[in-house]
């Protein structure tokens, strides 16, 4: 279709991604021409969910479109994490691409921090899910037959059992009060390996929950991981 906007889709592996690309792919307005990850170069891992390359790879392979990485230090600063991102944001727009797609869904802050960083480039901003319902857009996404599990909890606002369990009817009635069915406040990450538009489901092996803690600043953070393995 003419008058399409080239739009590249920032892409976590999680299901809030996965049903915002969905959205996306669907919308005439838009062409989703590149796909990126932002991952931990000294782990190989998508940053925040742990999630091991090989899977995302599959994901990527599954989906079809055109993809790429932005290789992370283990913990950069914002610093780095903006230079790195800049470098990547300019070789896109050389593209043609005027648009970056996110899976944001509530939070202000972040939204418009990504607006603001983006804004030298002049690329613009699209949130396919920005202010639904997370419970509707749950029920939804399980509804249309998307998969996911989740790989990584907050612990300071759930315990381990919830890591590696795969997001249906029964988990969102397992949350405890005030965690986001979405877990939109960080509270939850997940790793989605089925939707409507993959070529065919992500095989994997469910392997160790491991807790880790991360340090910013004066204040620290403990998160469960599940870690999934790529059946061979």
Not at 12 to 36: E, F, H, I, P, R
Not at 93 to 102: C, L, P, T, V
Request: proline letters at 5%.
């Amino acid at each position: 279709m003419p008058n399409q906007k080239k739009t590249y889709f920032n892409w976590s592996t999680g299901k809030d991604s996965a049903l915002a690309l969905y959205y996306l792919l669907q919308d005439k307005n838009y062409t989703v021409d590149y796909l990126l990850t932002s991952v931990n170069a000294h782990f190989q891992r998508v940053s925040m969910h742990g999630l091991s390359v090989d899977l995302l790879q599959q994901q990527f392979d599954a989906i079809g479109i055109p993809h790429g990485t932005i290789q992370l230090p283990e913990q950069p600063t914002n610093v780095e994490y903006e230079n790195l991102m800049g470098e990547k944001v300019e070789q896109l727009k050389a593209e043609g691409f005027e648009y970056s797609a996110f899976g944001d869904i509530l939070l202000e802050d972040l939204k418009k921090y990504r607006e603001e960083q983006l804004e030298p480039f002049g690329i613009k901003t699209v949130f396919p899910l920005w202010q639904k319902d997370t419970l509707q857009l749950m029920e939804e996404f399980i509804a249309l037959g998307f998969k996911t599990i989740v790989v990584c909890v907050n612990a300071a606002v759930l315990d381990s059992s919830f890591a590696g369990r795969i997001i249906d009817k029964e988990f969102l009635d397992d949350l405890p009060e005030g965690v986001d069915p979405c877990g939109e406040n960080g509270e939850f990450h997940t790793f989605c390996f089925d939707a409507p538009y993959f070529k065919n489901p992500i095989a994997f092996e469910i392997g160790e929950t491991v807790y880790r803690e991360y340090t910013h600043g004066e204040s620290k953070n403990g998160f469960w991981f599940c870690d999934l393995l790529p059946k061979i």
